[in-house]
Structures are given as structure tokens and as C-alpha cells.
């Protein structure tokens, strides 16, 4: 008798047991994640990302998991705050390291930001970040100042991204030469800048022609190796 009743207690605590789970289950479901703060991944991106796991389909699990230091690691991501809005709901704000140009060298690209300080350094190459050619690295750490071989041509680029990055220019790739000068691509757009000792008022006057000149939709040239503040036009040249 006494047998029959605690296997009787035993299913019943077993039975509590597995209602509970399916209930926290069911109540913690995640069913929306909102994506806010990301620029060079995609919201789509993100949530690949981050949910990797099969707990992450739980909203209080995922949020612990974040909470407790767990967290995905992911390239051009500074930081991940993810914050429970209710039992099914989940808020993920990202944090991008900032990052005005990259460069090649061998089978990675480095990115950096506007001091030149390296921030990233990846196999994967993201078109929003202007690519630059024309430089020779020496050596490279992560959070460290680039070594170059050539600082002239290193200053250009670090002016260059700096200029792109102040007025959101949409620029592809920047080659820096030190015999033919500085050539941009927009699209199916070059700009041609030549030699110059200063680019801040080119790039000014860029800034008010490009949009116009991309709305066209034509590939082109826009030459602004002689371009002189207040003193000349620049044209742009269908193909």
C-alpha cells in the first residue's frame, strides 16, 4: 500500500514538474527581437548571430545568458545590451566599433578608425567601410597604431577617411598613389583628385555634386585634379 502511494506522489511530482517546464516554455517563448543601434550588419544579421543556441529560444534564458557574460562574440561589434520588454519579447541594442577605412594585407583586411588605431581585423570585407589601396603595412595589432611604410601616403588615407566618414560620403575604394594622386569609386562613378596638398575643399564640393551626379545613374568620371576653391567648375563626364 505504501508503495502503491509513493509511486503515486512520485508521478504526481513528476507530472507538477513537467507542467511547470512546458509552462515556463510556453509563457518565456521567444517571439519578437528587436534590433536597434546596427549600421554594418543587417537586423536579420544580428539575430543569426546572437542566437545560437537552442536556450535562446527562451527570453529569459537568452537575457540571463547575455547577462552572465555569455554572449556571442561578434566581429565589428563593440558591445550587445539585450533587455527583457515582457515574457516573450526581447530588445538587443548593439554597440559597432567605429570604424572609418580598411586596407588589405594578404588574406585579411584591417579596419580602423579615424586615429589609425586598428579596431578590427577580419577575413570578412564590408562595403560600407571605404577600402583603401596604395599602402604598405609594416605591422599590425588589434587596438594598436598601424605601421606603415609610407606615413605620407598613411596620412592621405587617415585625411581621406576622415572627410568620407564627416560628410557620410558614399564611397566604395580610395587608391592613393604617389605618382598619379587620389582616385575615389562611387558605384559605377570614379573621381579623379590628383595631387594636392589639401582635399578638404574638393571633398566639400564633392559632397554637393556626388548625389546629384548617382541620381543620374550613369557610369562616369568626375575630374577634379584641377579644382581650385572658387575658382573652377567641376563637370562630370558620362561615359
Given amino acids: 500500500m505504501n508503495r502503491k502511494r509513493n509511486l503515486t506522489i512520485i508521478a504526481v511530482v513528476f507530472l507538477v514538474l513537467f507542467l511547470a517546464v512546458v509552462s515556463f516554455l510556453l509563457v518565456f517563448s521567444t517571439k519578437n527581437v528587436m534590433i ?3 549600421e554594418y550588419y543587417s537586423e536579420e544579421d544580428i539575430r543569426k548571430k546572437i542566437m545560437t543556441e537552442i536556450t ?4 529569459l534564458l537568452f537575457y540571463l545568458r547575455y547577462r552572465m557574460g555569455k554572449g556571442n562574440e561578434i566581429p565589428f561589434i563593440q558591445q550587445v545590451d539585450v533587455e527583457m520588454k515582457d515574457a516573450s519579447s526581447i530588445e538587443v541594442v548593439v554597440y559597432e566599433k567605429r570604424m572609418t577605412g580598411c ?5 585579411e583586411y584591417i579596419y580602423f578608425d ?3 588605431t586598428v579596431v578590427e581585423v577580419s577575413a570578412e570585407r564590408l562595403g560600407n567601410v571605404p577600402y583603401f589601396t596604395g599602402l604598405q603595412v609594416k ?3 588589434l587596438y594598436d597604431q598601424l605601421v606603415v611604410g609610407d606615413e605620407s601616403v598613411f596620412s592621405t588615407i587617415l585625411s581621406f577617411s576622415q572627410l568620407i566618414e564627416r560628410y557620410e560620403l558614399p564611397i566604395d575604394k ?3 598613389s604617389s605618382v598619379s594622386g587620389v582616385k575615389m569609386y562611387s558605384g559605377k562613378v570614379k573621381i579623379l583628385f590628383g595631387k ?8 566639400a564640393e564633392l559632397n554637393n555634386m556626388l548625389p546629384k551626379v548617382l541620381e543620374l545613374g550613369k557610369s562616369g568620371v568626375i575630374d577634379m585634379r584641377n579644382f581650385e576653391e572658387g575658382k573652377s567648375t567641376t563637370i562630370f563626364k558620362p561615359d
Fill in 36 to 38: 536597434k543601434g546596427c
Fill in 56 to 59: 535562446d529560444r527562451n527570453t
Fill in 103 to 107: 586596407i588589405r594585407n594578404m588574406n
Fill in 114 to 116: 579615424k586615429d589609425g
Fill in 139 to 141: 605591422s599590425y595589432g
Fill in 174 to 176: 580610395v587608391q592613393i
Fill in 196 to 203: 594636392q596638398k589639401m582635399y578638404d575643399a574638393a571633398i
